[in-house]
């Protein structure tokens, strides 16, 4: 009954609906087509001093990559710095002179890079797609001339051949979904009803407390059950992003992970005393925890111990290795149950907190 | 037969004393008025009645049922309505007594029935699907007041019911507080009106946690030497 009274709360109150249900897909469409690690049509600068046919073959196969758009041909050095302040160019090639005796004669070239590191990111990603222009340009030249050894770089990517970004951030927006929805909606609701005071009168009736509780949360668990399935379908459809494991196995784990975050967001609405209070403290206590020490955004490896410990507490942490494992990697039961078990423990323990937290405030 | 018989009730926060050791009995049937200035135990002795609160110490038997051993029972024998915390705004008024009167566990088609008739006394029947956002604060007293007495406890709880609305809406409130007590259920009732207590069977003044001063209002009058309840209850306030 107060389940069906809930869905009613939730169906009347048509914003909130709409934000709920719009706002994931909204969120993983945008991040889907704007963060995206990969970078095409970067503006550099090639200032050649040779202009002879290996450097022009050279600055083909920088154009011909995709990577990189040339946007001028300096024919000065201080053009070039004039190019980086004007011409928002991100990065500078100069090839030296006798850029073909070099190569012939000497088999020793120096090429300069100038980079525009106040992107970090960004110039770190064209290095080395320049780098892997370069060696292929290096290995055409060793196999057209004297027969040299071509050296060979090949890299093995694992599980994210294409080293697309979504495959790293659909688990992370899941996460984060499924704790707004779950965790924030549900401390919400519980400590509006205490502060409008008709929890005062649910409490009143017979209804048996964990009853009560449960019939206002299930509701927000299935909404962001909808949700999570909406952010799959479109990671997979629209993404190409690939579920190698079971399917199943994988709603399990997002339904073990509601249960954790809903019992976080039980906790919050258990200590504090009124709906503003609950938001900010669902805000900071979790929400940034989800996203700074998930591991999805930062790699929790290079925090700092005490960080990495604090991590562990927060559910999100678990369950975005088990989003990886099980979309990316395949696992099955078998390798990831632990994780499984991690969550559900925490479950338990934050459920019997606040029900002690209710009892206490009827004893104190 | 007493519905409700309360004996060394005491509740302390701390070191301070909410509720000290009070004492009273209300018969069946009876409007007994629960009077005192904010902050003198009122609302903290009513919540224990009500099961939300446990006594430090001292016992109550509620609808027969004692306080610390059977407060399921209670919960199913009383009913309980306040002026601040009532219904859910987002709710129908038809919505909002079927979700409590189904907690109480009363048939679906009784309820229903049991709904309308109560609606139609109170000549609102055509309104039932309208939100209670939308009606007017007297209606929704009394549409609360309904719903608390849907199904059919010995004893019904009053905390301020008609705070902040117009004379002539307090005085038909009070008319159908007179009709529920005519049919055998108890009402308690605490307000800061003292012309409301003069209505009542039996009124009670609470201060600084104990019971100061209990019997019918004309018995308190005559005692005080005093004309109307809120010269008692000044003339008690002030000593």
Known sequence: ?364 | MYSINVENLTKKFGDFTAVDHINFKVKKGEIFGFLGANGAGKTTAMKMMCGLLLPTSGNAIIAGYDMHTQSKQIRKNIGYMSQKFSLYNDLSIFENMQLFGTIYGIPRKELKDRIYASLKELKIDNIANSLVDSIPLGWKQRVAFATAILHRPQIVFLDEPTSGVDPIVRREFWNLIYETASTGITIFVTTHYMDEAEYCSRISIMSNGQLKLIGTPDDLKHRMGVESIDEVFVKFVQR
């Open chain 1, 1 to 364: 009954m107060i389940l069906k009274k809930e869905f009613i709360h939730i169906l009347r109150d048509k914003i909130t609906l709409l934000l709920v249900l719009a706002m994931p897909i909204a969120l993983v469409l945008l991040l889907g087509f704007t963060i995206s690690t990969e970078i095409r049509n970067a503006r550099i600068s090639v200032y050649d001093l040779s202009k002879d046919s290996y450097s022009k073959e050279l600055v083909e196969k920088i154009i011909a990559s995709g990577y990189f758009q040339v946007v001028s041909f300096p024919e000065t050095e201080s053009e070039i710095d004039r190019d980086f302040k004007n011409k928002n160019v991100k990065m500078a090639i100069i090839i030296p002179s006798n850029f073909e005796q070099l190569l012939e004669k000497e088999k020793f070239v120096t090429l300069q890079i100038i980079s525009d590191v106040s992107d970090l990111n960004v110039a770190s990603i064209l290095n080395n797609y320049l780098r892997s222009v370069i060696s292929d340009f290096e290995m055409d030249y060793n196999q057209s001339s004297t027969g040299a050894l071509p050296f060979e770089i090949t890299t093995k990517m694992q599980y994210n051949p294409e080293s697309s970004s979504v495959y790293m951030f659909v688990p992370g927006i899941i996460t984060l979904i499924m704790i707004i929805i779950t965790a924030l909606m549900s401390s919400i609701t519980i400590s509006r009803e205490m502060e409008t005071g008709t929890m005062r009168m649910l409490l009143i009736t017979p209804v048996k407390k964990i009853y009560v509780v449960v019939g206002k949360v299930i509701p927000y668990m299935m909404l962001s059950f909808i949700s999570t399935i909406f952010i799959i379908l479109i990671s997979v459809f629209v993404f190409k992003m690939p579920i190698e494991g079971n399917i199943g196995l994988l709603l399990f784990v997002c339904i073990i992970f509601m249960l954790a975050s809903a019992s976080f967001g039980l906790m919050i609405s258990a200590l504090v005393k009124s709906q503003l209070e609950a938001m900010m403290v669902t805000m900071m206590g979790l929400f940034l925890p989800t996203v700074l020490l998930s591991g999805f955004l930062f790699p929790l490896d290079n925090m700092p111990f005490v960080f990495q410990l604090l991590a562990d507490v927060f559910p999100a942490k678990w369950f975005v290795i088990l989003l990886k494992d099980v979309m990316i990697k395949g696992s099955g039961f078998r390798e990831i149950w632990l994780y499984i078990l991690i969550l559900f423990v925490m479950a338990i323990v934050l459920i019997t907190i606040s029900l002690m937290q209710i009892d206490k405030r009827r004893k104190k």
